[in-house]
C-alpha cells in the first residue's frame, strides 16, 4: 500500500508541474523592439526589427505586447504587420514611430499598414509622424506645375480587414496623406486620439472610414488639412461622439456615387462635436450618376464656432478642373436628422439642401437648430433645393429661403 500512495503523490506532483509550465508559457509577454535590433539613432531603417518583433508576437500565445521606448524616436521606411496571429496582440507605443523626410517608392501607397489582424490594441501615449512635409510641397493641389504628386503619397495608418481593434491614447501627426482610415473593419473603439496637421497640408483627412462597421470614435481632437472625419461606401453603424474637429472641412459623409458607381452609407450618429474655423460642418456630398443611399443619419448636439456651410448637403459635388455634366440618376440621401445645432456660421448660406433634382432629398428633420452669422451686424440665410419631406419639429433658424419642391 505504502508504495501505491507514492506513486500516486509522484504522479499529481509530475502534473503540477505540467500545468505550472503550461500556465508560464501563456504568461504575457512583453517585447521591446531594441531587442530585435531596433535604434533610436535617427538614420537606420527599423522595418526589420519592428517586422521580427511583430512576427514573434504574432506566433505567440498569452496576448502578447510589443514596446516601443518612451523619448525615443525611430524611421522606419514602410512595414506591413500581418496577420492572423494565434492570440490577442498588442503594440504600446510610448515614443516615437516617424517617417523618413524624403519623398521615396512605396508599395501600394502604405506607410504602417495593419491587415487581417483580429484583437489588436495600439495605445501607449506616443507619436506616429508621417513627416509628410515633402509630400505635401509636391502635391498637385500646391504645385501646380508638371511634375506633382498626389496619387502615390501613402495613408499614414491603415487598419484592413481587422477585428475587435482598439486604438487609443495616440497621437497621430503630419501624415503624408490621410492619417488613419478603417477598410473591411469591425468592432473598432478609437479613442482618446490626437490627429494634426496644418492647415495647409493637402488631403490629409484625419479619420476615414469605409466598408466598415460598428465603429466608435470618441474624446478625440483633430485638426487637419481635409475633413476631420470621412465615411464613404460601406460605413455602417459609426458613432462619433465627443470630437473637437478644426482646423479641416469638417464631418464629411461622402463622396459617394462618382463615376456612376453604387454606394451606401447608414446607420451614422454625429454627436456632441465642437467645430471652429473649418471650411464645412457637417456634410453629405454626392455625385451625379451614381446610385445607391445615404440614410438614417443623425446629427445631434454640435457647437459651431466661425464654420463656413455648418450645414449643408450637396448632391452636385464636382471635385474636377471641368464642369461636371448634368446628370438624370443618384445617390438616394434619406431620413437625415440635425438637431440641437447652434453657433456661428463664416458663410451667409449657413443650411444648404443643394438636392438633386432627379432624386430629391426625402425625409430631412431639423430640430432646435440656431445659427447666426461670425461677424456681428450680418445675416445668415438657408437655401432648400428639391426636397421631399422637411419636417420642422421645432422652430430653426435660419428657414429655408426657397419654397420646397
Known amino acids: 500500500m505504502p508504495n501505491i500512495s507514492l506513486l500516486r503523490i509522484s504522479r499529481i506532483l509530475r502534473r503540477s508541474k505540467s500545468h505550472l509550465a503550461s500556465v508560464h508559457t501563456y504568461k504575457q509577454q512583453f517585447l521591446n523592439v531594441e531587442d530585435f535590433g531596433a535604434k533610436a539613432d535617427g538614420k537606420t531603417d ?46 504600446e507605443i510610448r515614443g516615437t514611430i516617424k517617417s523618413f523626410p524624403q519623398m521615396y517608392d512605396l508599395p501600394r501607397r502604405l506607410w504602417i499598414k495593419f491587415e487581417d489582424v483580429e484583437n489588436l490594441e495600439i495605445l501607449g501615449g506616443g507619436t506616429i509622424d508621417g513627416n509628410g512635409q515633402e509630400w505635401w510641397k509636391h502635391s498637385c493641389k500646391i504645385k501646380k506645375t508638371k511634375p506633382c504628386q498626389s496619387q502615390n503619397a501613402p ?51 484625419g479619420i476615414h472610414i469605409t466598408r466598415t462597421t460598428n465603429i466608435y470614435i470618441t474624446d478625440s481632437v483633430i485638426g487637419t488639412g481635409d475633413d476631420c ?9 459609426v458613432q462619433v461622439t465627443n470630437v473637437a474637429c478644426g482646423p479641416g472641412h469638417g464631418i464629411s459623409i461622402g463622396s459617394l456615387g462618382e463615376n456612376g458607381s453604387e454606394n451606401s452609407v447608414s446607420g451614422i450618429l454625429v454627436k456632441g462635436v465642437k467645430m471652429t474655423g473649418t471650411t464645412n460642418g457637417v456634410r453629405i456630398k454626392t455625385w451625379q450618376g451614381g446610385h445607391g443611399t445615404a440614410r438614417n443619419i443623425e446629427f445631434d448636439d ?25 446628370q438624370k440618376s443618384g445617390v438616394q440621401i434619406e431620413n437625415i436628422m440635425y438637431k440641437n445645432i447652434r453657433g456661428t456660421s463664416a458663410s451667409k448660406v449657413a443650411i444648404n439642401f443643394n438636392c438633386s433634382e432627379s432624386v430629391p432629398c426625402r425625409n430631412i428633420r431639423l430640430e432646435k437648430v440656431d445659427l447666426v452669422a461670425h461677424k456681428k451686424g450680418r445675416n445668415v440665410e438657408a437655401f432648400c433645393s428639391q426636397l421631399t419631406g422637411l419636417s420642422e419639429e421645432q422652430q430653426y433658424f435660419p428657414s429655408c429661403s426657397k419654397k420646397l419642391t
Open 155 to 205: 495613408t499614414a495608418l491603415i487598419f484592413k480587414n481587422c477585428i475587435n481593434l482598439k486604438v487609443s491614447n495616440v497621437k497621430v501627426k503630419n501624415a503624408q496623406q490621410m492619417h488613419m482610415n478603417f477598410e473591411d473593419c469591425s468592432n473598432v473603439k478609437a479613442s482618446d486620439l490626437s490627429v494634426m496637421a496644418p492647415e495647409h497640408s493637402p488631403n490629409t483627412d
Open 46 to 91: 527599423n522595418y526589420q526589427a519592428f517586422k521580427e518583433a511583430w512576427d514573434s508576437a504574432c506566433s505567440s500565445f498569452g496576448s502578447p505586447r510589443i514596446l516601443v521606448p518612451k523619448s525615443k524616436t525611430y524611421f522606419i521606411k514602410h512595414i506591413n504587420f500581418t496577420g492572423p496571429c494565434r492570440s490577442s496582440v498588442s503594440l
Open 229 to 237: 472625419i470621412s465615411m464613404v461606401n460601406g460605413s455602417r453603424n
Open 302 to 326: 454640435i457647437e459651431m464656432s466661425n464654420v463656413s456651410n455648418p450645414i449643408i448637403i450637396d448632391q452636385y459635388y464636382c471635385d474636377k478642373n471641368k464642369k461636371c455634366k448634368q
